[in-house]
């Protein structure tokens, strides 16, 4: 059975808007244009039944590295890209979990700058994956 973070990770190679850089796992470059999915510590369980059975989640960001300055433009653009993200998060298919069965994914927090230096930034959003396990 794949890694959750591989299936995730090839779910997003899908967004169309991807730029030329590469989408990594767990590491994001200090030279733009670059992307990462990262895992978010959490608990495993997010809704147990009387019968033993549970939904699962996963927690995870999907970050980039983007130019960052003075310039409006290029700002408004960063920010657009990732809500233009999560609405393709939440209209869209969800992720191949492999043998999982997927439920919902959805946005926990939208698109926002989280590090950023003269000329570079780390932007980022994070979501959530609930799933079940047979």
Request: proline residues 6%; charged residues 25%; glycine residues 6%.
């Amino acid at each position: 059975m794949k890694p959750i973070i591989q299936c995730l990770r090839d779910h997003i190679m899908q967004f169309p808007e991807l730029k030329d850089g590469c989408l990594m796992v767990d590491y994001l470059g200090d030279k733009p244009i670059e992307y990462t999915v990262e895992p978010v510590p959490c608990d495993p369980v997010y809704q147990k039944y009387t019968d033993g059975s549970c939904i699962k989640q996963f927690l995870f960001i999907f970050a980039s590295r983007e130019f960052y300055g003075a310039d409006i433009n290029q700002n408004i653009e960063n920010l657009g890209f990732y809500e233009r993200f999560s609405d393709w998060v939440t209209e869209g298919e969800l992720p191949d979990l492999d043998e999982r069965i997927p439920v919902n994914m959805d946005v926990v927090t939208g698109g926002y700058a989280f590090d950023v230096d003269a000329n570079t930034a780390r932007y980022q959003i994070q979501l959530r994956l609930l799933y079940e396990e047979e």
